[in-house]
């Protein structure tokens, strides 16, 4: 069992950048059930931004379909809410055409491991510069919880009521297997352990995926807050654990039911997709700089 990270050094940060943290709220109200690990994910998200000192015309949020999604509008600043499953391959676009901009993309294990698993393969060969917020609350809660790629063997959901009869898939696992730079793992329950791995995901030069678990208090009752409290353990107390280690990670990251290792589980840089590009490496500008203005009011008013 895991202790809450002591989050007093971090309340003190951030009380001397309370205006910073309110540019952040936005007025929307907020929809999620309630004890939904949400609140938590989006309120450790606007803590990092603030302790980077990244302001609204810094970073650029990619929302993918989901209740995870449902927090497009929850964040003030520049926020797209793409198609379902789609969010990685917009946030790459986004992030090789200004890598100025800080770009973070959402989604849920739904969303990232059925319609939008092959996108997630590719981001992290690609090594696509940004950060990936995995939410996995083992369902898919905004269409009332049908069974996900995570959700455990045997147990009843709308849409399998007699139990789910597929394996689970092991996000971390798929993840490590192919070669990323820096892998993480957090919990919805603990704002400042999640506010942290943010932070250190923020600083990747690189693709950063970094996997929530999360409570969904209405529709997986089976792991509620204490479950995972039981069973969290955080990798930087853990003596001689090595970062760098691709097996060691690979086999702490194993274990989803007696000890769930949390915390930087990887990390190894390299060259990022950017960086490798042979035709951009003299260039000193970027894709939106080069871009051409077109005057499309004529095409605009046949919509009138
Ligand atoms: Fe959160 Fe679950 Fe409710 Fe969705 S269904 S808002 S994940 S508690």
């Known amino acids: 069992m895991t202790q809450k990270t002591n989050p007093s050094q971090l309340i003190t940060l951030l009380a001397k950048k309370a205006k910073d ?3 952040f709220e936005s007025e929307e109200k907020l929809t999620w059930c309630s004890g939904c690990g949400d609140y938590g994910v989006h309120s450790a998200l606007k803590r990092a931004l603030t302790l980077e000192n990244l302001g609204l015309q810094d970073v650029l949020h990619c929302f993918d379909v989901g209740c995870s999604g449902n927090g497009s509008d929850k964040i003030h600043g520049y926020t797209v809410h793409g198609l379902h499953g789609r969010v990685l391959p917009l946030a790459a676009g986004a992030a090789l055409a200004n890598p100025n901009m800080k770009v973070i993309a959402s989604a849920g294990d739904g969303a990232t491991f059925s319609e ?32 996900s790629a995570t959700t455990r063997k045997g147990r009843p959901m709308n849409g399998s009521p007699d139990g789910v009869t597929a394996e689970p898939l092991n996000p ?133």
């Not at 996995?136 to 919880?145: A, F, K, P, Q, Y």
């Not at 993840?175 to 990747?204: N, Q, W």
């Not at 950017?274 to 008013?301: A, N």
Request: hydrophobic share 35%.
């Open 21 to 23: 943290y309110q540019q």
């Open 116 to 147: 939008g698993v092959n996108h997630l393969i590719h981001a992290i060969r690609s090594d696509y510069p940004l950060l990936f917020i995995m939410h996995n609350n083992e369902n898919s809660g905004l269409t009332i919880g049908q069974a």
């Open 172 to 304: 971390l696992e798929l993840v490590l297997s192919l070669k990323p730079t820096f892998v993480a793992r957090t919990f919805s329950g603990d704002i400042g352990h999640m506010t942290e791995v943010f932070r250190k995901g923020l600083h990747h030069n690189g693709f950063a995926c970094i996997e929530v678990m999360q409570v969904c208090t209405t529709y997986n009752k089976a792991t509620p807050q204490n479950w995972y409290w039981d069973r969290l353990k955080k990798v930087e107390e853990m003596k001689n654990y090595d970062k760098t280690d691709l097996w060691q990670a690979r086999k702490i990251a194993e274990d989803l039911d007696k000890q769930i290792a949390i915390g930087v589980l990887y990390e190894k840089p390299r060259q990022n997709f950017i960086e490798g590009l042979v035709p951009r490496q003299k260039v000193k500008t970027s894709l939106v700089e080069e871009v051409r203005h077109s005057d499309v009011s004529e095409i605009m008013r046949t919509f009138d």
